[in-house]
């Protein structure tokens, strides 16, 4: 019996609201044999396996609807389904449930292949790939692996993480917040030092999927893989800077250049808005790959106190849609969002992996809190104006520049991940002092547990105090 790769392609993925599970077609995975005598079909398989993998990890409940519950944008009321209020916004998730143990295994099955990938290469025949070959190759499948623990870790945030060795036998400990993004910044170093130590112009001896290439940028070539490095480095550095429990601010002009080097050198102020919206983007397919933007549902409502912070002036205001009142467990909405009415398009509609967008307004909250307040508005106004009509004005305080900068944030990025929900967190604004109780048991969640799976292999019954 031949074995094959853990691994996942687009061929034999399905991903169900309340599922956290994506599995393999073993025809389309690469066998261990194949792997040790890397050829240019088995690595092709590695990167489509790999990215597969990271969409469909991340196109799952617990990492695009449960987050934006938490972050107090979006409802989700299912008379058949309570958990979606009940371990939310109205208790504790359970560490055994979708709720509490989602948002996990999938992405350490996408760090697995990543590194499956790395170890096939350093022993890469000359015969199939030249030295640059395996080079950016390393570069690319390092980036991605630092992905993958990056997004568990938004998730758990102090909770801590695993990081999974290259044996996927050892059983590693709960580790905090700082180490694990000290450990996934060196990652991004490694794969940025792979990628700018062969010409710029070469590309990938495999091609990545389409939304890599398709939204004003090609990231099969080089150049640009070392812009979409660069821009996680920076998002990671700045988060580093202002972590709550362990800030290292001296990152914070570090974050600035990185995010600089991600927008191609652009200054403060310089990115358009023809620009803002280049950059990877998840694809769905629910008849040829099986997976759908499970954003389209009918039964996902928007929080209504969010039309109450947009004004009609704002042209991202056509993201809020009426719609017939949804209510249950104690919860009422008559809004929803143009992307969640149920239709075929919705269904289909890509959602950014990472964009220019987020990353100008990641680099003025890096501005803010370095002092470089002409910098974050010039920036903060890029975005602005892309939607409005008058720029925002200076401001007298940091508070006013931070508001002002979450308020592009939120609505340039709504419903696109965890990002609302990592700010409110790393700025201490996730709780009563800055939001009403939407129900009144409403723990004021930030983070999910670490899944029951994970606990019980360590002989525990609740989170751990992490390890340094």
């Not at 409940?61 to 972050?71: G, P, Q």
């Not at 890469?124 to 390393?138: C, L």
């Not at 910044?185 to 940025?192: F, K, R, T, V």
């Not at 001896?205 to 979409?228: A, E, H, I, R």
């Amino acid at each position: 019996m031949k074995r094959y790769m853990t691994i996942a392609l687009a061929a034999g993925v399905a991903v169900a609201a309340c599922k956290d599970n994506p599995t393999a077609a073993p025809i389309d995975a690469p066998t261990v044999t194949a792997i040790k005598t890397l050829t240019p079909t088995t690595l092709q398989q590695l990167a489509t396996g790999v990215t597969a993998q990271d969409r469909a990890s991340y196109a799952t409940t617990a990492v695009l609807t449960l987050t934006e519950i938490l972050a107090r944008d979006v409802y989700r009321i299912d008379a058949s389904e309570p958990r979606y209020v009940n371990e939310t916004l109205g208790g504790q998730a359970d560490p055994g449930s979708f709720a509490g143990g989602g948002g996990f295994a999938g992405f350490y099955t996408a760090t697995r292949a990543a590194q499956n990938a790395i170890d096939a290469l350093k022993t890469a025949s000359s015969a199939y790939f030249s030295p640059t070959d395996v080079k950016i190759s390393t570069g690319f499948f390092r980036t991605m692996k630092a992905l993958d623990f990056y997004r568990v870790i938004e998730l758990r945030d102090t909770v801590g993480i695993p990081l999974q060795t290259a044996n996927p036998m050892e059983l590693t400990p709960i580790y905090c917040k700082p180490h694990v993004l000290n450990y996934i910044a060196a990652l991004l170093d490694s794969g940025y030092a792979d990628l700018t130590s062969v010409t710029k112009a070469d590309t990938l001896p495999f091609k990545l999927p389409g939304g890599f290439s398709s939204y004003g940028l090609n990231y099969n070539v080089d150049s640009n893989l070392v812009l979409f490095n660069r821009g996680l480095k920076g998002k990671v550095d700045f988060y580093r800077a202002i972590d709550r429990t362990s800030p290292q601010p001296s990152l914070l002009p570090t974050a600035i250049s990185e995010l600089t080097a991600a927008l191609g050198g652009k200054g403060p102020g310089a990115v358009t808005g023809a620009d803002l919206q280049k950059g990877i983007y998840y694809r769905f397919d629910p008849v040829v790959d099986q997976i759908s933007n499970l954003r389209s549902d009918a039964k996902i409502a928007a929080n209504p106190h969010i039309a109450d912070s947009i004004p009609t002036s704002d042209a991202r205001r056509s993201k809020l849609v009426a719609r017939s009142p949804l209510q249950g467990q104690g919860l009422s909405s008559s809004w929803t969002f143009s992307f969640s009415v149920p239709s075929g398009t919705n269904q289909v509609l890509p959602i950014a992996l990472l964009k220019n967008e987020e990353l100008v307004l990641l680099r003025a909250q890096a501005e803010i809190e370095a002092g470089q307040f002409a910098n974050a508005l010039a920036d903060i106004n890029a975005v602005h104006l892309t939607y409005n009509s008058t720029p925002v004005a200076p401001a007298a305080t940091v508070d006013a520049y931070r508001a002002a900068v979450l308020y592009e944030k939120r609505f340039s990025l709504l419903f696109e991940g965890p990002q609302r929900l990592v700010d409110l967190r790393a700025y201490g604004y996730l709780n009563a002092a800055h939001f009403v109780q939407e129900l009144s048991s409403d723990p004021f969640n930030n983070a999910f547990p670490i899944p029951r799976a994970e606990l019980n292999a360590r002989h525990l019954t609740t989170n751990p105090a992490c390890t340094p």
